[in-house]
Nanobody, 118 residues
Framework: QRQLVESGGGLVQPGGSLRLSCVASLSPFRLYTMRWYRQSPGNQRELVASIASSESPDYADSVKGRFIISRDNSKKTVYLQMNSLKPEDTAVYYC????????????WGKGTLVTVSS
């Protein structure tokens, strides 16, 4: 069973917006910290945003003010709203779940490609 399934990637022009979704078949979902990572060719995997069980969000400096992470525990879904997209945002975006304070219990999605280009 695929525990994490991302969707919402695609091609968008600079300045545009996309919303990524990740549906998590995990229980109890509310106890998982959910994160979005991204990776582009030649770069290390980068933590983009994180939202804990407490719903306190955290962002990479490169996306602060442009991206918003949120979660809907009733739907077991985490979102990444991406605004004012730049070409350097182009990457495969991965959903990641980790049981809060228990790092060995974690899951990765297969990723969804976001391409920002004119």
């Amino acid at each position: 069973q695929r525990q994490l399934v991302e969707s919402g990637g695609g091609l968008v022009q600079p300045g545009g917006s996309l919303r990524l979704s990740c549906v998590a078949s995990l229980s109890p979902f509310r106890l998982y910290t959910m994160r979005w990572y991204r990776q582009s060719p030649g770069n290390q995997r980068e933590l983009v945003a994180s939202i804990a069980s407490s719903e306190s969000p955290d962002y990479a400096d490169s996306v602060k003010g442009r991206f918003i992470i949120s979660r809907d525990n009733s739907k077991k879904t985490v979102y990444l709203q991406m605004n004012s997209l730049k070409p350097e945002d182009t990457a495969v975006y991965y959903c990641y779940a980790v049981l809060t304070d228990i790092n060995r219990i974690n899951f990765w999605g297969k990723g969804t490609l976001v391409t920002v280009s004119s």
